[in-house]
């Protein structure tokens, strides 16, 4: 499910991870107490020069798993036409952070995925309602 993009967001050039989390938290703060205890996962598209073009749901699971395939990750990406690159996002009910060995193994997929149909995986971001982790921890100005 795509999220309408707020007027502020549509200017927007992701540089680093931090500029990802910080809209990314603000989406999260909006669920309500119920959906903060289940995970989501978002992808955020990306144009070639790093602007926000989409934001999308895709999918919603338990208080500790959940469960998003390479074709519904990269749907939007294919159809919007111009994205060039893409960035996973997901929460933690839990607050813990750190990457389960599932999360390593679904990131190196994604990439993988990502690279077969040249939609560059740029990042995946676990974020909490006051942090977050990077998989990748890059700083992404080199790329625009």
């Not at 938290?25 to 070639?48: C, Q």
């Not at 994205?83 to 390593?104: E, M, Q, T, V, Y």
């Not at 040249?118 to 982790?133: Q, T």
Request: hydrophobic residues 40%.
């Amino acid at each position: 499910m795509l999220l309408k993009l707020k007027r502020k967001y549509r200017k927007d050039r992701i540089i680093q991870a931090f500029d990802c989390y910080l809209i990314m938290r603000e989406v999260l703060m909006e669920l309500d107490t119920v959906e903060k205890n289940k995970e989501h996962v978002w992808v955020m598209g990306l144009s070639s020069n790093n602007m926000v073009k989409y934001i999308d749901l895709v999918s919603i699971g338990s208080l500790n798993a959940t469960i998003a395939e390479p074709r519904e990750v990269f749907t939007h990406a294919i159809r919007f036409g111009g994205i060039a690159r893409i960035i996973l996002i997901h929460n933690h009910p839990s607050g813990n952070l750190n990457p389960s060995n599932a999360d390593k193994a679904y990131t190196k997929q994604m990439i993988e995925a990502g690279k077969i149909l040249r939609i560059e995986v740029i990042d995946h971001l676990i974020i909490g309602v006051k942090s977050y982790y990077s998989f990748l921890g890059i700083s992404h100005a080199e790329r625009g």
